[in-house]
């Protein structure tokens, strides 16, 4: 699995080991590079803007009152989408699993669809959900559901038979089955659920933003756009990307060993 | 503490790629009340398909089971079953293992607790509650799976080959374990093996099984006194026994050989 990669992230690293030099030095050559094509003229100026605007717009967009109104939208769209999708992957993934027939018959449309882009969905929970909050919510939950779906019903297979049949033998009923045994034993595949399904519930909780709303980080991004104030999208954008980064280091807090 | 078992003409045929494949034909046997027995057969000989008839894991069969007379369908209280392959719950310590059963019923949580502590140590593991099986030897996780099904207080124990993955040493001396918890507990013991002298040691009486399709191909009797301990399979009276069983098991083994080498060789 990735765990190397999250082990090697996770290892303690000193400021001047190896690897932190070259990941800063990265980072700086990034910034230089910018800088230098934002002050050479190369590109239409607002394009690419100098680090300094993008500094100051990044500083005003975090004392700015109205970034966090913007902020706590589009968060509850995607706590809600992704919990909404995150639960009902885990239980149509559990059916599929636990239900071999029902499983092969799903097989073909859950991977179909899976691998669809979830943003074809959107003129359709437009159509049903309206252009507010709910819709957004709606293609957050149905970007969540596929992954976590493939993965549960993965895990599902990979639980040792005897298990079941362990269960079986001390006479639980269905829900105690679900309780005392596939949910413990898919404590890792759900994890892993969690970090893909909140990846894609907060790509399409965006994209939808994008698209058509009136608030939201997405729509804050979009307005910054179409009223050609480029350094605060750029700012906004690094704004995503650090919240993005922070949640994903939440749920790898939660250690899908054991 | 009632608790005889009597199987009665039990079939059960598969269906299987390569079309019905009798597993069983016309079993019949009987456990009385606090008695010791072990089945034992050559591989592939229908032992774990009866072992799940019995437990009500296994549907769709002929023949009956009966518990104190009375026939029974599927799963019941009154059995308890420790199964072939390693069967604890990683994710839950010994002690929690076995409160598993208990936990499911609905036990008070200190009661549950108590109770799994007093199997902890019947099945010697104590100081080892808390760990987690993936850091218990094979045998500790094997006394694990059968403390976990005794916590539930089965009349009738079957157990399906739970030392078969164990070397002779440590199978020998889990053999005396068993049979202290079975004098202790005086359940109804039904035991699949593939083991001679592990059914020797600890059976009154041994079945011997035939190759597919599986009956019964004679049962003998196992007069060696108790209490037992292993030192017992230096007697001359055990030998002897060891060498009835293998007259009739190595005609069954043979015809198993026979049959699956074949196929064997051509892939
Ligand atoms: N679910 C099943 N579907 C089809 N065939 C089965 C099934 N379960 C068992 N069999 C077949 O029935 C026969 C008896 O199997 P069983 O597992 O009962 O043997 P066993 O005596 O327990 O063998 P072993 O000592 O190797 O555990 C075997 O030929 C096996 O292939
Ligand atoms: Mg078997």
């Known amino acids: 699995m990735a765990t190397t990669l999250t082990n090697f992230n996770r290892a303690p690293l000193h400021w001047f080991a190896p690897v932190t030099r070259v990941r800063a030095l990265t980072l700086l050559a990034a910034a230089l590079v910018w800088e230098g094509v934002a002050r050479s003229g190369w590109l239409y100026e607002g394009v690419v803007p100098p680090l300094t605007a993008v500094a100051r717009a990044f500083v005003v967009l975090l004392v700015t009152g109205d970034t966090y109104h913007h902020l706590a939208v589009t968060a509850w769209e995607v706590a809600a989408g992704f919990g909404i999708g995150l639960v009902a992957g885990i239980a149509f993934g559990i059916l599929m699993g636990a239900r071999p027939f029902f499983g092969r018959a799903m097989a073909p449309y859950v991977d179909g669809l899976a691998t669809a882009p979830k943003i074809i969905f959107l003129p359709i929970v437009m159509l049903l959900f309206g252009v507010g909050i709910t819709s957004k919510i709606a293609l957050g939950a149905l970007s969540a559901f596929f992954p976590v779906t493939l993965n549960t019903a993965a895990g599902m297979h990979g ?36 970090r893909l399904g909140l990846g894609v519930a907060i790509i399409g909780v965006l994209l939808a933003e994008i698209k058509l709303a009136d608030r939201g980080l997405g729509f804050l991004a979009i307005d910054h756009y179409n009223q050609f104030r480029i350094p605060d999208m750029y700012a906004l954008l690094l704004f995503i990307f650090i919240l993005a980064i922070g949640a994903n280091v939440l749920i790898g807090r939660l250690s899908p060993r054991r | 503490m009632p608790g005889a078992l009597v199987v009665e003409n039990i079939s059960k045929r598969f269906a299987t790629s390569a079309g019905a494949l009798a597993a069983l034909e016309g079993v019949s046997l009987a456990v009385p009340q606090g008695r010791f027995v072990s089945i034992i057969g050559p591989s592939g000989c229908g032992k774990s398909t009866l072992f799940g008839v019995v437990g009500g894991l296994v549907p769709d069969y002929e023949g009956r089971v009966l518990i104190d007379g009375a026939p029974v369908h599927g799963t019941h209280d009154d059995i308890g079953m420790v199964f072939q392959e390693e069967s604890t719950f990683p994710w839950l310590t010994v002690l929690e293992n076995i409160m598993f059963p208990l936990d499911a019923r609905g036990m008070a949580r200190n009661e549950c607790r108590e109770r799994a502590e007093r199997l902890v140590h019947l099945v010697g593991l104590d100081g080892f509650g808390n760990s987690y099986p993936a850091e218990l030897s094979g045998g500790m996780r094997q006394r694990t799976a059968i403390a976990r099904t005794l916590a539930a207080e089965p009349k009738i124990l079957l157990m399906d080959e739970p030392f ?9 001396l889990l053999g005396d374990k068993l049979l202290q918890i079975w004098r202790e507990l005086a359940q109804t ?21 035939t190759y597919r399709p599986g009956r019964i191909k004679r049962v003998i009797p196992i007069d060696l006194p108790r209490p037992r301990s292993s030192e017992i399979v230096e007697s001359a009276a055990f030998g002897r026994l060891v060498g009835t069983i293998w007259h009739d098991l190595r005609e069954e083994a043979l015809r198993g050989l026979a049959q699956t080498e074949p196929q064997g060789v051509s892939h």
């Open chain 1, 159 to 194: 639980i040792s038979p005897v298990l079941i049949r362990v269960g079986r033998s001390f006479r639980l009923s269905r829900a105690q089955m679900v309780r005392m045994i596939y949910l413990p034993a898919l404590r890792g595949s759900i994890i892993v659920s969690m």
């Open chain 2, 164 to 172: 078969a993955a164990l070397d002779e040493q440590t199978r020998l």
């Open chain 2, 189 to 209: 013991t039904l035991l699949i093996t593939h083991s001679i002298t592990e059914a020797v040691q600890l059976s009154d009486e041994v079945v011997v099984m």
